[in-house]
């Protein structure tokens, strides 16, 4: 029996459907909204224009935006395969035009689902999985975020102090997070000396801190020129010399003002 493809590409507010015959031509192309009474209309008429010949649907997406067309179609028993975006990617250069357009994409998705047989049905998630789907996404956009930081602390650090970038693993490490909250020069490190910051670690409840210790000296040791973003920032206000006041006393702990950017490293020590 003949059989008719239904391509979708799904968007958030708008999808484009195109449905083809077993040889490839265009007998349907309409763009809809993603609400119920359209996309329960586009199904009415694309059933209606198959009559007794099966329909296969296929879609580039399998949530977000077309979790309401997915819903529906499941409830109307509707065959639905889906198609990954990075396959259509790929499948487009096979294709006619330079343009890019969502009819086109709708076409290459429908023409897809005929001609290969690899493609697996989608089935509706249960109640489940769509529960799990929020704190499996904001684990993933934390890890993301802790990775975005520790790149670009790594990139400031490489910038006036490339001993210590080189000298720890700042994603696996969490001693040299540790470390980074109250030493980040090579100058801080070689007035605290390897007792002082080894005993200054264990406070802080750091494994391994003589080893630690050893390794941040090593580097401050192999490094004795200043670079600029390096000092610490020095207050001044209107009509006073550009200098440090007397009456605030150095910290031999303060943190340096960094020129290239901010990095909370307590948000990333506690992730």
Aim: positive net charge; hydrophobic residues 40%.
């Amino acid at each position: 029996m003949p059989e008719l493809w239904a391509g979708i590409d799904a968007g958030e507010t708008h999808h484009h459907c195109v449905v083809i015959d077993a040889d490839g031509g265009r007998l349907l192309s309409r763009r809809v909204s993603n609400e119920e009474t359209a996309l329960l209309a586009l199904i009415t008429d694309v059933t209606t224009l198959a009559g007794p010949v099966p329909v296969t649907w296929a879609v580039d997406l399998n949530r977000g935006g077309a979790a309401l067309l997915l819903a529906l179609l499941a409830k109307h028993d509707q065959r639905l395969l889906y198609i990954p975006g990075r396959t259509i990617y790929h499948a487009a250069a096979s294709y006619r035009g330079e343009g890019k357009t969502d009819g086109k994409d709708a076409a290459i998705i429908a023409d897809q689902a005929r001609m290969r047989r690899d493609l697996q049905p989608l089935v509706p998630g249960d109640e489940l999985s769509a529960d799990l789907r929020v704190p499996t996404s904001r684990r993933t956009d934390l890890v993301c975020d802790r990775t975005r930081h520790i790149n670009r602390l790594r990139a400031q650090r490489g910038e006036y102090f490339p001993a210590l970038e080189r000298a720890f693993d700042y994603s696996a490490s969490k001693a040299a997070l540790v470390l980074l909250t109250g030493y980040q020069t090579p100058a801080a490190l070689r007035r605290c000396g390897e007792s002082g910051l080894e005993t200054w670690l264990r406070n802080r409840k750091v494994r391994n801190a003589a080893s630690v210790a050893a390794t941040a000296i090593e580097a401050a040791n192999a490094q004795h020129t200043t670079i600029a973003g390096q000092q610490p920032a020095r207050t001044w206000s209107p009509g006073s010399p550009m200098r440090r006041s007397r009456s605030t006393p150095r910290s031999p702990n303060s943190t340096p003002s960094l020129k290239t950017g901010f990095v909370n490293i307590n948000t990333l020590k506690s992730s």
